[in-house]
């Protein structure tokens, strides 16, 4: 089964009901976005928590992994959930099988009742399940496939004899979880769109952090209280309002949306998988049900998980969070796949690879016969007089152009011939970070349709060897930045290639003659 995929940014939480006993906690679908997510929150709440992972190799790399204990099984085999289920207290539900296998109704039906029962067998407390809301009044028969099997799921746990928390949510906002992420791009890649009359269906949409906060608070609902809850934000809006909201957060030219009846679910899916990266799969019945419209039908809920001052996080409050890193400059710009979040909005290890909106790369490496000391001095000197290592040509008009729309071009040079620090400005680069003997991270301040950065870095593989690693990031900013990376990338080979080849070249020559490498103006060694 998959792990549930809805989610984003988020903050410590409090469960309901205030302080008590540490509870144990099972966390199911801990690999994907919610699980992911809430398994922090539960642990900052003082629980102990215990993982239920098919693969466990995939939770070594959280920065939670040696908190928890991770124990492999799947939630359809009964076997491996009478053994997590041993002296639980709370079980968290959050797996389904949309978009991981063909049927997946009859996929989810039998795993909630494998698990309903084995829940009973160990005596368990309480089951929390995050399902999705169900429109008002409509018959079940008529919901999309993704709608009615949720519906389903939250009824057979509630059917299982024990106390059981369902919490019903439509469009999660969040950076990561996939109903924002189809809103993302389909909002930033098209200015102007032709859309499905589901564009006008209203929607209650609901910030991921709120998602959390009563997922930790149902850990400790009374013994009685055995029922769904409506999960919402306080904004009701149609689909079109979201992407205009979200355009205007962005800071992207207001959106055309031309809705027409002639798109149907199955042709908008199609058309959502060709605009989004999104799979097939998952933006089919999720286009589905945007058909239906879906709005809460109380706020019970605060009852017993308090609304924080303030109350719930509104829309536009809860796109600013998912947006928040990327409009910080704080990307994934570490070698490593693993990066530490410092909040459930930054990425996870096991995050989809469509995650999180788009993050072009090149990457280069270079292996190179000389220390990683003299690599790094080459590394450090680079830019200002001693020039950019690959066509030279490219880059004056490069700087040139930028002059000619307002930028600043290449004639800042940097501060000293040798060495850098953070903040230094350099040609038209900023020095974002600096490792020492490590890594170079350079972020632009050329006038770009989106952010870029530069990263140049000195190590040895797993051999001993020294390498050269240099990657290149570009977040575009709307199609006209996604029009800008595809225009400039057949140029990469030549300027970046040719850099990495060149910097390892200036790097050997400058070992052999024991001094650092200079080159002129031009940039080639």
Not at 253 to 263: G, K, Q, Y
Not at 328 to 346: F, I, K, M, N
Not at 352 to 377: C, F, I, K, N, Y
Not at 394 to 410: E, H, Q, T
Request: proline content about 7%.
């Amino acid at each position: 089964m998959k792990a549930q995929d809805d989610g984003g940014d988020g903050a410590a939480l409090t469960p309901a009901g205030g302080s008590g006993r540490a509870l144990r906690c099972l966390v199911t679908g801990a690999s994907g976005y919610i699980g992911g997510r809430l398994v922090p929150e539960l642990l900052d709440a003082g629980h102990s928590v215990r993982c239920l992972a098919r693969t466990p190799e995939k939770l070594r790399d959280h920065p939670w992994a040696h908190r928890v204990e991770v124990v492999r099984g799947d939630v359809t085999d009964a076997d491996s959930l009478r053994e997590a289920m041993r002296d639980i207290d709370v079980a968290y539900y959050l797996v389904h099988a949309m978009g991981s296998v063909r049927g997946f109704e009859d996929a989810d039906r039998r795993a909630a009742q494998v698990f309903a029962g084995q829940a009973r067998e160990a005596d368990v407390q309480r089951i929390v399940y995050l399902g999705g809301l169900t429109p008002a009044g409509v018959p079940e028969r008529e919901l999309s496939s993704h709608l009615r099997s949720r519906a389903e799921v939250g009824r057979i746990l509630l059917d299982s004899g024990v106390p059981t928390a369902v919490l019903r949510a439509a469009v999660i906002i969040g950076s990561g979880s996939a109903s924002f992420e189809m809103l993302r791009y389909l909002t930033e890649r098209l200015p102007a769109m032709v859309t499905p009359s589901w564009v006008r269906t209203p929607i209650q949409p609901v910030a991921v952090r709120d998602v959390l906060r009563c997922l930790v608070g149902c850990a400790r609902l009374p013994r009685d209280v055995s029922r769904p809850f409506d999960v919402g934000g306080p904004d009701v809006m149609t689909y079109r309002d979201m992407m205009r909201r979200y355009a205007a957060v962005a800071g992207l030219p207001r959106r055309l949306i031309v809705p027409v009846p002639v798109l149907t679910p199955r042709l908008s899916s199609l058309w959502v998988g060709l605009v989004t990266p999104v799979p097939l799969s998952i933006a089919r019945p999720l286009a589905e049900s945007l058909r239906h419209e879906v709005v809460c039908r109380d706020h019970d809920i605060g009852r017993y998980v308090p609304d924080p001052p303030g109350g719930p996080i509104g829309f536009e409050r809860a796109l600013e969070l998912a947006l928040q890193r990327v409009k910080e400059a704080d990307v994934t710009t570490r070698w490593s796949s693993a990066s530490v979040p410092g909040a459930p909005s930054d990425p996870l290890p096991t995050d989809p690879d469509w995650a999180g909106g788009s993050l072009h790369t090149d990457s280069r490496e270079q292996s190179v016969d000389a220390s990683p000391e003299a690599l790094w001095r080459v590394i450090e000197s680079i830019g200002g007089e001693n020039g950019w290592y690959s066509s030279p040509l490219a880059w004056s008009v490069r700087g040139w152009m930028d002059r000619l729309v307002g930028g600043v071009g290449l004639r800042r040079g940097r501060r000293d011939a040798q060495r850098l620090r953070v903040g230094d400005s350099l040609d038209f680069w900023r020095v974002e970070e600096i490792e020492p003997g490590r890594l170079l991270r350079l972020r632009a301040e050329m006038r770009l349709p989106g952010l870029a950065w530069l990263e140049l870095a000195a190590g040895r593989d797993e051999e001993g060897r020294t390498v050269y690693r240099q990657r290149a990031l570009f977040h575009p900013h709307g199609l006209a930045g996604e029009a800008y990376w595809w225009g400039v990338s057949p140029f990469h080979s030549v300027v970046f290639g040719g850099m990495a080849r060149n910097i390892a070249l200036a790097a050997e020559r400058a070992s052999q003659a024991g001094s650092p490498a200079r080159t002129g103006r031009g940039g080639g060694p």
